[in-house]
């Protein structure tokens, strides 16, 4: 199974701040990589697909780069609905496997 | 806007199976464009793919719980089906459906998700 890991595993940044995280897969994973936003008590909601690519009716503030085995998620301007969980998923391969998420929280 | 919501017993008992139910609304569970996806999450821990299944009855299981899941559909009823046999509290998790775009690999994603339904194993 290709392994997951993202770094850190939780943030604390102000409203307005621009934020990244990380995500490192075992093995490279090309493109094939995608980013969830979960809030407590709630699904994951899809973000960015296919490493860059934006969700519809996602917000431009989001964005994602890389490929290979590191693959990073920018939040270009913090907003206080962005205090979430974050979570990156492969789908090089099977299993399809996820990573144990971001926390980010209110400095 | 298409609809996915779970249903099924909250509790469930160590060496017992599990079931649960997805229900598809505002949307074709038999689109050739999409799969459908069993996902869980143990309570503080990440997200785990538990089954992937195809309108047709094709499925792809993830090999670590292969040997106790069955996922199984009923287009007729737009809904599709999870049994996970000799649980544990290990099993304790919240269980998501979700449509997948894309089968289990080269390109895919889930881009509708269920609430949820918390699923708790103990005796």
């Known amino acids: 199974d290709i392994q997951m890991t993202q770094s850190p595993s939780s943030l604390s940044a102000s409203v307005g701040d621009r934020v990244n995280f990380t995500c490192r897969a075992s093995?490279?994973?090309?493109?094939?990589l995608n980013w969830y936003q979960q809030k407590p008590g709630k699904a994951p909601k899809l973000l960015i697909y296919?490493?860059?690519k934006l969700q519809t009716g996602v917000p431009s503030r989001f964005s994602g780069a890389g490929s290979g085995t590191d693959f990073t998620l920018t939040i270009s301007s913090l907003q206080p609905e962005d205090f979430a969980t974050y979570h990156c998923?492969?789908?090089?391969?099977?299993?399809?496997?996820f990573g144990q998420g971001t926390k980010v929280e209110i400095k | 806007q298409l609809q996915l919501q779970e249903s099924g017993p909250g509790l469930v008992k160590p060496s017992d199976t599990l079931s649960l139910t997805c229900t598809v609304s505002s949307g074709s569970i038999r689109s050739s464009d999409y799969y459908w996806a069993w996902i869980r999450q143990p309570p503080g821990k990440g997200l785990e793919w538990i089954g992937t299944?195809?309108?047709?009855?094709?499925?792809y299981y993830n090999p670590s719980l292969k040997s106790r899941i069955t996922v199984s559909v009923d287009t007729s009823k737009s809904q599709f089906f999870l049994k996970l046999s000799s649980v544990t509290a290990a099993d304790t998790a919240m269980y998501y459906c979700?449509?997948?775009?894309?089968?289990?690999?080269?390109?895919?994603?889930?881009?509708?998700w269920g609430q949820g339904t918390l699923v708790t194993v103990s005796s």
């Open positions: 299944i195809y309108y047709t009855g094709t499925t």
């Open positions: 093995q490279s994973v090309s493109s094939l």
């Open positions: 296919s490493a860059s």
């Open positions: 979700a449509r997948s775009r894309g089968a289990v690999a080269g390109g895919s994603d889930f881009d509708y």
């Open positions: 998923q492969q789908s090089y391969s099977s299993p399809r496997t």
